[in-house]
């Protein structure tokens, strides 16, 4: 009898994760999957968090873990899960995240216009499931929600899938930041299934509401703290500039990486050599291109990189209401006169925008609790619970940054 595989990581969130099937290890050994190393799962959190350098990489292999112990769960309450589910329904959310490019969200909407990172992820499990002879095919059928089981899909991607109980948890854990800190262990246990759809068990609700509040709490403490939202704009800034002012001829704007592409002839069409090229490119090559650029003639962008360089970011503001237009037009002036620029750069120094967070989006999936006595209602509808109907409002700030 041929022996398993298997293999046990040493995690710092979860402890030990084993590994011990061939088609988990055929996707980690992918090129594809390898890439997640070089991109981090919080990009510029570090500039106000120095320990959040952990990588897509870390965070998949936790959501793996996490979703071993959700299947764990469920089977031991009767919740029928095949082998071939158990092992798809990991595949799925090893990958969920396969789509991201460098810098993940601070760069999704300006580096591959048009495309959003779950339709890329899509793409790209396409690709490595003909590399792997079709084995993919029931791990994609759940991640698109096609599978007759919807209860799997949801635990890949829904308001409380195994993806955000490994991000919150791990997020908290390299930033240092204990708001985020949330009992998964118990929200796992309290899982159920009931009619085909993921539920929480009554006695979970107030572990449900304390990671509904903890994702709040991360949101504008970590994810939207001003100082980073400071650095992903300049982030933004620094590849709209490029784009603006691009030429294939320009030897001070070429990098020799997959972002040429993109930044030059990419038509908006994600064929076999555009997704190619897009999975050849990290956090290294954008940080290798600022770098490059910072000795550019342009002032505006070589400005731009020296200032994220060295860490010299926007100053930004944010509040509850938007800025009066005197406010701004005063801080424009000022910007132009310092930098002695022209009304055309006006767009890279200074300029506002909105940033919000939805804490619970009821309109397209549910947090439903199933009661002892066999009744299932949404957590923003029980009576008595830490927070009400409010939960699902969004939380809106508008912001301005410029350069001082």
Not at 73 to 85: D, F, P
Not at 212 to 227: F, G, I
Not at 229 to 254: F, N, P
């Amino acid at each position: 009898m041929e022996s398993i595989k298997r293999k046990i990581i040493n995690d710092p969130v979860h402890g030990f994760i084993t590994i011990n099937h061939p088609l988990i290890f055929a996707i980690i050994g992918h090129p594809y999957y390898q890439r997640l190393r070089r991109i981090q799962q919080m990009a510029m959190a570090q500039l106000v968090y120095p320990g959040a350098v952990h990588t897509r990489l870390h965070h998949s292999l936790g959501a793996y873990h996490l979703m071993g112990c959700a299947v764990t769960e469920l089977r031991s309450k009767g919740v029928e899960i095949t082998a071939e589910e158990e092992i798809a329904v990991k595949a799925g959310i090893l990958l969920h995240d396969i789509g991201h490019g460098p810098f993940s969200h601070a760069l999704e909407e300006v580096l591959v216009e048009g495309a959003h990172h779950e339709q890329l992820s899509l793409q790209i499990m396409q690709r490595i499931n003909e590399d792997l002879n079709g084995r993919l095919s029931l791990a994609i059928q759940i991640f698109t929600d096609q599978y007759h089981k919807p209860f799997l899909h949801q635990l890949i991607s829904g308001q409380l899938d195994v993806d955000r109980m490994d991000y919150l948890s791990r997020d908290s854990f390299f930033s240092g930041v204990s708001e985020g800190v949330i009992g998964y262990d118990r929200i796992l246990k309290m899982l159920v299934v009931h009619e085909g759809q993921l539920m929480v068990e009554e006695k979970g609700i107030y572990s449900v509401e304390k990671f509904l509040v903890a994702r709040r709490q991360m949101y504008w403490q970590v994810y939207l703290h001003k100082t980073v939202l400071a650095a992903e704009k300049m982030l933004v800034k620094i590849l709209e500039r490029v784009r603006s002012i691009y030429s294939a001829a320009d030897e001070g704007l070429t990098t020799q990486t997959g972002l040429d592409f993109f930044l030059g002839p990419f038509n908006g069409r994600m064929d076999a050599t555009a997704l190619d090229t897009f999975c050849s490119i990290d956090d290294h090559d954008v940080m290798h291109a600022i770098k490059h650029w910072s000795r550019h003639p342009d002032p505006v962008l070589s400005l731009l990189c020296r200032r994220f360089l060295n860490r010299q970011l926007y100053k930004t503001r944010l509040q509850a209401e938007p800025f009066s237009l005197e406010y701004i037009r005063e801080k424009e002036q000022q910007t132009l006169k310092k930098f002695d620029a022209g009304p055309a750069d006006l767009p890279y120094l200074c300029f506002t925008g909105e940033a919000s967070n939805t804490l619970y989006q009821t309109r397209d999936e549910k947090i439903n609790i199933l009661f002892r006595d066999g009744t299932v209602r949404d957590i923003s509808r029980v009576e008595n619970a830490l927070i009400d109907q409010n939960l699902s409002a969004q939380v809106k700030k508008f912001y301005i940054c410029l350069l001082t």
